[in-house]
């Protein structure tokens, strides 16, 4: 069986949780946190000592986008990348655009949920503010992509694009930010939809085991 190494709440790792639920694939996950210097042999499955690591009866694979191709390609049905050319590369540039975003966000994740809530340490709330003032153009690119007509990023079904946004926006929540329906409708209403998914549903009640109160996902 496929194994999954990380902890449940970064945003690559439950990426890679919701991609096989999605998909239909039983796996284990074994939670890890990679703080501080990890032992020599999660090095040697992540040589960059990030998380998640996918476990498969090939060998280890390490990086949530190599993990997710291997997801793909080995379990084609249902395709969680769409077809036609266009489509297909959006909905990658999404996973792209994700990451830049989650360069602010999980800043503002670390420092308040990871620093401040499990470690009981003060969070740098300087390092706070430079992130959150970068997230409002995110956030407005996003909701100008989405169509009010569509369910998702690429139609009436959400693909790899939809669930790593939706993914790193779950920690911002997590964090105790907010994304209002009032100034960004379509992007809430995307969010509410991915959320209400057994995939995602499954996740966030395990984060806010965790997270107790901190999280606004659901004020």
């Known amino acids: 069986m496929l194994k999954v190494v990380g902890a449940g709440l970064s945003p690559w790792v439950r990426r890679v949780m919701i991609v096989l639920e999605e ?15 990890p032992p020599d042999e999660f090095k040697q499955k992540s040589p960059l000592a990030l998380v998640p690591v996918l476990e498969t009866d090939e060998g280890p694979l390490a990086d949530s986008s190599a993990i997710c191709a291997y997801l793909e390609a ?11 050319p266009y489509a297909h590369g959006r909905s990658v540039w999404l996973c792209a655009y994700a990451d830049a ?21 003060e969070p740098d709330e300087d390092a706070v503010e430079a992130a959150r ?6 956030l407005a690119y996003l909701e100008n992509e989405l169509d009010a007509s ?3 990023f690429s139609g009436e079904t959400p693909y790899l694009g939809d669930i790593t946004v939706a993914s790193v926006l779950l920690n911002y929540l997590h964090a105790g930010e907010r994304i209002d329906a009032q ?15 057994k995939s995602f549903a499954d996740r966030i009640e395990d984060d806010l085991t965790t997270l107790g109160g901190l999280s606004t996902v659901r004020r």
């Open 150 to 152: 569509r369910m998702y």
């Open 74 to 84: 080995r379990f084609p049905t249902p395709a969680l990348l769409p077809d036609g």
């Open 23 to 37: 998909k239909g694939i039983e796996y284990d996950h074994e939670p890890f946190f990679p703080f501080g210097d």
């Open 101 to 121: 975003l989650f360069k602010h966000e999980g800043t503002i994740f670390f420092q308040r949920a990871v620093r401040g809530h499990l470690m009981k340490q």
């Open 133 to 138: 003032a970068a997230i409002p153009p995110f």
């Open 183 to 197: 100034t960004h409708p379509k992007l809430r209403g995307f969010l509410d939809r991915m959320f209400e998914r």
